[in-house]
């Protein structure tokens, strides 16, 4: 199993981006439609988008992180 | 470009297709130290996280110095910076009271953009950040301001609507409990840290390998004739990747900053 | 030239093999560094930077107060300056057009004056001509009424071939020539 430890890390990471990749585009999509509906509350819109980013992404994050641990 | 071809040295050009290096972490270990004193390595890291340091005060004391009325290009671009890590990112975020902050931030901001930048300043070429000592010690420093804050402003009611909130259904409040204590106190300083680094683990990474291989093969057409074509694809989408990297570093730069401001401000008004 | 390791490119490279937990943790020697350096940076903007930066823009906020009160009573002293100057010149236009319309009426007197000066001048040279020739004509009448009585007198003496008794044949045709005159008229 040890030659192929790398590979089985990796294959971890890629499931664990999948759903972060959605989640991040849903987020952005939405701010971005927020702040075409209203361009006055853009400032606030994009402070939370980027919250929101910094949460989803947090699973892509520890996929990372085990990539290197595991 | 030392720094860079290091990666992939030993590449055999008439095998491969990419020259990676045997074992990626030598891209981000100086192992050899120019000096040691009583345990401290002063390893090239070391010296470029000082370099850093006397950039970022290099720039703010020469912007700043002078104070003229009307400043110059420079000058007024650095008092750009301060202003708007002030006033959008510390006022603008956290209310009022974030003046108090604007220090933190603007340390954060400044180490962190500069550091970042060596990923694609020539000659140096690595990012500081990527190494996670930076990182961790600056989450671990937002992490101790924030849970501090939240304790001062809000007492042990910081913990109480944290871990048992009154907005949620009673039969829920457990598991939204515990899922916000993990996330505010275990993954947020954790994902702060690792987002940055891992934005310039991979930059670094991209960066190094295609730049480096297309060096490699360019330079080998002796050896390998026509086949060192290959190298040409690899360098050009390097440098399209290098000019990515410049937005990469200022944005997470820029991301750091803000997310430490909103983690305050979560903790400075917890209703929200 | 790179297919075989180059000791200089080696140089760097990691004696003991590194594990990928490595990576994530930090090293002491680098955390080190990365708290001193943070820790002087964040002391450097806490003590100087945002001391500095608050003093030059408040410096810069009263300059430019400064200036642009000093610009906005310039500007009003220029304004009332500007007002002064208008008032004057449209006093000047004013005192133009007076004597324009002055020296206008006065040349319509002189010019109104002359031409009666010279309507009358005009009249009485008319006048004294026609009395010239009026007197002149009477007097060649006159003289012509003589002659012709002193005519019809010798072509009346040469006819009788006597003399007449001068003054009173004279009286006669004098009445004949009145007559006559009178019928001519």
Known sequence: MEEIKGAIALVGYGLAAIGPGIGIGIVVGNAIQAMARQPEAAGMARTTMFLGIAFTEALALIGFVLFFIA | MESVILAASECDVSQEIICAPQDVLELFF??????????????????????????????????????????????????????????????????????????????????????????????????????????????????????????????????????????????????????????????????????????????????????????????????????????????????????????????????????????????????? | MFASATPWLLATEATEESEGIDLLLPETSELIAGIIAFAIIFFFAWKWVFPTIGKTLEARQAAIKADYEAAESAKIEAESLKNDYQAQLAQARDEAGRIVEEARQAGESVRAEVVARADVEAAAIKERAAADMSGERDRVAASLRREVADLSLDVAEKVVGSSLDRPSQQALVDRYIDELGGLGN
């Open chain 2, 30 to 272: 100086f192992k050899d130290a120019l000096f040691t004193i009583g345990g401290f390595h002063f390893t090239r890291t070391v010296f470029l996280i000082f370099l850093a340091m006397f950039i970022v005060l290099g720039l703010l004391y020469f912007g700043l110095r002078k104070g003229e009325k009307v400043p110059s290009k420079f000058s007024s671009a650095i008092e750009a910076l301060v202003t708007f890590v002030k006033e959008d990112i510390a006022i603008g975020i956290i209310g009022p009271e974030g003046v108090k902050y604007a220090p933190y931030l603007l340390a954060v901001f400044m180490f962190v953009i500069v550091g970042n930048l060596f990923e694609v300043t020539p000659l140096i070429n690595f990012p500081i950040t990527s190494r996670m000592a930076i990182p961790l010690f600056i989450s671990l420093v937002t992490w101790v301001i924030f849970v501090i804050v939240g304790f001062k402003k809000n007492g042990l009611r910081y913990l109480g609507d944290l871990i048992w909130p009154k907005s949620v259904p009673v039969a829920l409040r457990w598991l939204v409990g515990i899922i916000e204590f993990v996330s505010t106190f275990l993954l947020r300083p954790i994902t702060l840290a690792v987002r940055l680094f891992a934005n310039l683990v991979a930059g670094h990474l991209m960066l190094t390998l295609l730049l480096a291989s297309g060096w490699i093969f360019m330079s080998s057409v002796g050896d390998i004739g026509v086949r060192s074509i290959i190298g040409l694809p690899w360098f050009v989408f390097g440098l399209g990747i290098y000019v990515f990297e410049i937005v990469v570093a200022v944005l997470q730069a820029y991301i750091i900053t803000l997310l430490s401001a909103v983690y305050v401000q979560t903790s400075v008004h917890p209703e929200h």
